[in-house]
């Protein structure tokens, strides 16, 4: 059973490009959450998803910044006009119908330059 | 408010015991849970507890007390590869909530 995949797991931008970073659940999994990391600080929650649905965008900035989980595919945490202050690794993570645990991926590393 | 406090470093000697304790004032609670992660990696799943009291899992127990907000994560005969941030996060209704880690260094 294959766990949480992320990619790209590093990806380089300059400013005022695009990213999109996509994240498939361990499969049985109905609930994804992404995650931002800083160098040297904790994990800050950004958005909970189910299947076509956002549940909880709390966390999320309020622009540039949107996140989806289609019918069929992959997350996608899609950022737009990427701005140094972006540069973190972003994490997914999935969870079972129960929610009480989250396996997370690899991370994707954002640099802006 | 969501406040989960934790230490930013500590350090130990192989073989020993250390204990990592968290703080949290949170607005709901679904439980408490423990990551380890390392330097570049994902953070793993180590322990969770719900109710009051000591959950032990081979060198690792974790301890609850709801009343106090406190947990503690406890670390037994530490090995060089315990090396990691370790990270406290509260269940609230529908997310975890983390605090930003202790960075535990054991050395030989």
């Known amino acids: 059973n294959a766990g949480v995949m992320q990619n790209p797991r590093h990806l380089v931008r300059r400013r005022g490009q695009e990213a999109r970073l996509r994240c498939s659940p361990m499969k049985g999994h109905s609930h994804v959450y992404w995650y931002r990391q800083l160098p040297e600080e904790g994990l800050k929650f950004m958005v909970y998803?189910?299947?076509?649905?956002?549940?909880?965008e709390s966390g999320m900035p309020k622009e540039r910044f949107s996140a989806e989980f289609p019918k069929e595919g992959p997350s996608i945490l899609r950022i737009q006009q990427v701005v140094r202050g972006d540069s973190a690794a972003y994490f997914c993570?999935?969870?079972?119908?129960?929610?009480?645990?989250?396996?997370f991926g690899e991370g994707s590393r954002l640099t802006v330059l | 408010g969501q406040n989960i406090d934790q230490p930013t470093e500590m350090t130990a000697t192989e073989g020993a015991i250390v204990q990592i304790n968290c703080t949290y004032q949170t607005s709901g609670f679904n439980g408490l849970f423990w990551y380890q992660q390392h330097a570049g990696e994902a953070p793993t799943f180590l322990s969770y507890n719900v109710l009051d009291g000591l959950e032990e899992k081979g060198r690792f127990s974790s301890f609850l007390s709801r009343s106090k907000g406190y947990s503690y994560l406890l670390l037994k005969e530490l090995q060089m590869k315990d090396s990691a941030s370790y990270l406290c996060a509260v269940g609230n209704t529908d997310k975890l909530i983390f605090g930003t880690g202790t960075r535990l260094q054991v050395f030989p």
């Open positions: 998803l189910q299947k076509e649905n956002i549940i909880d």
């Open positions: 993570a999935s969870s079972p119908p129960d929610r009480r645990e989250l396996f």
